[in-house]
T-cell receptor, first 113, second 113 residues
Framework: RKEVEQDPGPFNVPEGATVAFNCTYS??????FFWYRQDCRKEPKLLMS???SGNEDGRFTAQLNRASQYISLLIRDSKLSDSATYLC??????????????FGKGTKLSVIP | GAGVSQSPSNKVTEKGKDVELRCDPI?????LYWYRQRLGQGLEFLIY????????KSGLPSDRFSAERTGESVSTLTIQRTQQEDSAVYLC???????????FGEGSRLTVL
């Protein structure tokens, strides 16, 4: 099983739609989880952290399921500007190596007019 | 500037030549990472610096790769005797220490002919 696994997509959705991405991780010791966004030929940028109780930031909702070792990202009311690749990021462990992050390969989203 | 600065933004070199890539992190950020991203692929961890601690070099793919950082300032990634498979975007990121919250530069795109 890959350390961090994502459906590569692409997800093609119309403007205004709701879309959800899942990501699974293999290391049960992981403690920190994040979603990054990467636009075409640009650098990744932090979108949001994922907290145990789930968290929301505007149209974006992130959830964590430790038992099943997956995290999700829900985007409501999709905008054209949401078109990007969404990267799932997990830290390798909870100890001294917690700075080590594993990036998923990303899920590509295209929002269509 | 306020962000992570990388240079050169583009580098084309011939197989067998050495290249040096530079990263200027955000002032005050103690942690610095180098990642590699091949076309259409995910981010691959190369090396991590934290303050004056010994760097984590576990991601360097071969002894042709090396990196240095002076204190909490500029870092250079050196690739000796470049090979075609070294062609990629080399991304530098800095952090103020909170795991997962990385600020990336725009990357150095390396093409080895």
């Amino acid at each position: 099983r890959k350390e961090v696994e994502q459906d590569p997509g692409p997800f093609n959705v119309p403007e205004g739609a709701t879309v959800a991405f899942n990501c699974t991780y293999s290391n049960s010791a992981s403690q920190s989880f994040f979603w990054y966004r990467q636009d075409c030929r640009k650098e990744p940028k932090l979108l949001m952290s994922v907290y145990s109780s789930g968290n929301e930031d505007g149209r974006f909702t992130a959830q964590l399921n430790r038992a099943s070792q997956y995290i999700s990202l829900l985007i409501r009311d999709s905008k054209l500007s949401d078109s990007a690749t969404y990267l799932c990021v997990v830290n390798k462990d909870s100890g001294a190596g917690s700075y080590q992050l594993t990036f998923g390969k990303g899920t590509k989203l295209s929002v269509i007019p | 500037g306020a962000g992570v600065s990388q240079s050169p933004s583009n580098k084309v070199t011939e197989k067998g030549k050495d290249v040096e890539l530079r990263c200027d992190p955000i002032s005050g950020h103690t942690a610095l990472y180098w990642y590699r991203q091949r076309l259409g692929q995910g981010l691959e961890f190369l090396i991590y610096f934290q303050g004056n601690s010994a760097p984590d070099k576990s991601g360097l793919p071969s002894d042709r790769f090396s990196a240095e950082r002076t204190g909490e300032s500029v870092s250079t990634l050196t690739i000796q005797r470049t090979q075609q498979e070294d062609s990629a975007v080399y991304l530098c990121a800095s952090s103020y220490g909170r795991p997962g919250e990385l600020f990336f530069g725009e990357g150095s795109r390396l093409t080895v002919l």
